[in-house]
């Protein structure tokens, strides 16, 4: 008989009742670290004092009222977001599948607007993710994630990652866009090296182009700047946002340049929630704490920690970790076990790990975890080792 539930997603024996930090507490009391942080997403951790503040105060006041009217923790919102970024204005969603949705559309509708309709390809790359929509499925273009969901959304350009000569062969002029996340998340925290990037960049610049970066798992300061590409020093022209940006509460956002957004008029894109009072009233306390560039500082010098320990723990248990990768707290360990077997390992030591593709276990702490809690984490992460490279042994 089918689960009440859509059995789609295959879930680990635990269930969470209350979150505090970098804790999770099973209802039998348990308390599991939590170095996944929903995914990313919970960026200042469980339960932020300022975030849950900002969400009962917007409570007690509005919850909805359509984007029919203006709403002003939206606009704070915008005008922050811009003021932070390459951006000129911003589309609100509830999640980066949606972010993704209206990419797609912005990039071709500006296009048409110039009279080019006939560009509407979208290059992307292998291991990329872009969310599950037909748009998203389409984009990422993996057997895993299409098979068997019929004809796909035409227009899109799978090519190797971080391969410059194959993209620049590609640049003919059916392309609108180039769609590329700065670091893979689900692909197996995969890095584009910044030279990459900025190959993309120079590409579109010759070509017309547009540049549309998938930071909903890299932005909002996980890699230790506000957004990914700032280490690259480049701009995008469309920049897709989610996760990280609501702390735990569904929202997420398009970026765009004025140029980039000009063919977005009235009546062309729409969102009953995007928007919505309570999503923006915690986005805009989530971008006030982590834009400051003192909270930024200590993304990096806890990634710095973080990565300096693990790469210990490859040094240590070779048999087990091969690697580390990554970008500040969006760390990857490659293993030379089985990483499900590793993240199993885990569990019994009352910690949160990701899996990700090409045998990766992903490490997405809350932002705000502390020297102590990183402490902790690598010595259960030893534990783990000892557990699995005994396993093995039998
Ligand atoms: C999670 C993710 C998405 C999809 O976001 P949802 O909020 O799950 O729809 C898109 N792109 C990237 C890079 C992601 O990590």
């Not at 932070?84 to 797609?104: I, K, P, Q, R």
């Amino acid at each position: 008989m089918i689960p009440s539930v859509l059995p789609t997603y295959s879930r680990a024996p635990l269930s969470f009742v209350k979150g505090e930090g970098s804790w999770l507490y099973e209802a039998d009391g348990r308390r599991f670290l939590d170095l996944g942080a929903g995914i990313a997403v919970n960026a200042l951790g469980h339960a932020h004092p300022a975030l849950v503040e900002a969400l009962t105060t917007q409570a007690q006041n509005l919850w909805h009222v359509s984007n029919l009217y203006h709403i002003p923790a939206q606009q704070a919102l915008a005008d922050k977001l811009v003021d932070e970024s390459f951006a000129d204005t911003v589309f609100f969603t509830n999640s980066g599948t949606e972010a993704c949705e209206l990419a797609v559309k912005m990039a071709r509708k500006y296009w048409f607007e110039k009279d080019q309709p006939e560009r509407v390809n979208i290059i992307t790359f292998d291991g990329s993710f872009h969310g599950r929509s037909a748009a998203g499925i389409a984009a990422a273009g993996s057997e895993k994630m299409t098979k068997g969901f019929g004809p796909l959304l035409p227009g899109f350009i799978h090519l190797p990652f971080a391969d410059h000569e194959a993209v620049a062969a590609a640049m003919d002029d059916t392309v609108a866009a180039i769609l590329v996340e700065p670091v893979q998340g689900e692909g197996g925290i995969r890095p584009l090296p910044d030279a990459c990037l900025k190959g993309l960049r120079d590409l579109c610049d010759e070509t017309g182009a547009l540049l549309i970066l998938d930071e909903v798992q890299c932005g909002v300061g996980r890699t230790g700047k506000l957004f990914a590409h700032e280490w690259a020093g480049i701009e995008p022209d469309i920049m897709m946002v989610a996760k990280g940006i609501g702390g735990g509460f569904p929202l997420g956002a398009v970026l765009a340049t004025e140029n980039a957004a000009s063919g977005m008029t009235a009546g062309t894109h729409g969102s009953t929630y995007g928007g919505n009072p309570l999503g923006c009233a915690v986005g805009g306390k989530v971008l006030d704490i982590i834009a400051e560039p003192a909270f930024l500082d200590e993304v990096n010098r806890k990634a710095g920690l973080l990565r300096q320990k693990l790469e210990g723990l490859v040094a240590e248990f070779p048999d087990v970790y091969e690697s580390v990768r990554g970008a500040g707290l969006m760390l990857g360990l490659k293993c030379t076990a089985v990483n499900m077997d590793v993240i199993g390992a885990a569990y019994d030591k009352e910690t949160l790990l990701i899996p990700a593709a090409d045998n990766v276990v992903r490490l997405l702490p809350p932002l705000t975890i502390t020297d102590d809690e990183i402490s902790t984490a690598v010595a259960r992460l030893e534990d783990v080792a000892q557990a699995v490279r005994t396993k093995n042994k039998d």
